[in-house]
Antibody
Framework: QVKLLQSGAALVKPGDSVKMSCKAS????????IHWVKQSHGKSLEWIGY????????NYNEKFKSKATLTVDKSSSTAYMEFSRLTSEDSAIYYC??????????????WGQGTLVTVSS | DTVLTQSPALAVSPGERVSISCRAS??????MHWYQQKPGQQPKLLIY???NLASGVPARFSGSGSGTDFTLTIDPVEADDTATYFC??????????FGSGTKLEIK
């Protein structure tokens, strides 16, 4: 079955960067777009962007364009998101999620368990 | 950006019918999707493209609407449906946007 396994929680200092991973299994990794979503404590969801694992093409929310970098490693079926110049506003749970279908339509059918990032000195 | 407006909270009794609304600031065609999120868990897709039931989701859940006004209906509601429900649009992007969520309490 489809699974997205995310890396564990991270405690980072203000100004640092963090790179989190999302390992896919149960399907052909290059066939489906992977999205990244931010959920601040007790709040709603914000779409960060997506990456097409086949082409490496990306599409970012303007709000996160200078903050997030999305990459993939096809050999290990893993997607990565690096978040830079962290501030307390970046403390949140970050989810990776897979498209429902092979074409981009937007519904996120499968979600990772989330990576909690805490920014604190 | 397309803003999605949801009412913050609802409370209903088991066995009742509940409708959760989502209004978009501009038309999104039928590209509205609904998620359920329980505390400490990741969101789960319930309905995609306004009215299509996601795999494994009970038929008690249904969706309707097009353009700017959408509704998620649960009939009948069960105790296990206690959760926050989010709408999300993928017609006007970037960015894809989510509603602020409706917290459903089962009395």
């Amino acid at each position: 079955q489809v699974k997205l396994l995310q890396s564990g929680a991270a405690l980072v200092k203000p100004g640092d960067s963090v790179k989190m991973s999302c390992k896919a299994s149960g399907y052909t990794f290059t066939d489906y777009i992977i999205h990244w979503v931010k959920q601040s404590h007790g709040k709603s969801l914000e779409w960060i962007g997506y990456i097409n694992p086949y082409s490496g093409g990306t599409n970012y929310n303007e709000k996160f364009k200078s903050k997030a970098t999305l990459t993939v490693d096809k050999s290990s079926s893993t997607a990565y998101m690096e978040f830079s110049r962290l501030t307390s506003e970046d403390s949140a749970i970050y989810y990776c999620a897979r498209e429902l279908r092979r074409v981009y339509q937007g519904p996120f059918a499968y979600w990772g368990q989330g990576t909690l990032v805490t920014v604190s000195s | 950006d397309t803003v999605l407006t949801q009412s913050p909270a609802l409370a209903v009794s088991p066995g009742e019918r509940v409708s959760i609304s989502c209004r978009a600031s501009e038309g999104v065609n039928s590209y509205m999707h609904w998620y359920q999120q329980k505390p400490g868990q990741q969101p789960k897709l319930l309905i995609y493209k306004a009215s299509n039931l996601a795999s494994g989701v009970p038929a008690r859940f249904s969706g309707s609407g097009s353009g700017t006004d959408f509704t998620l209906t649960i009939d009948p509601v069960e105790a296990d449906d206690t959760a926050t429900y989010f709408c999300q649009q993928s017609w006007n992007d970037p960015p894809l946007t989510f509603g602020s969520g409706t917290k459903l309490e089962i009395k």
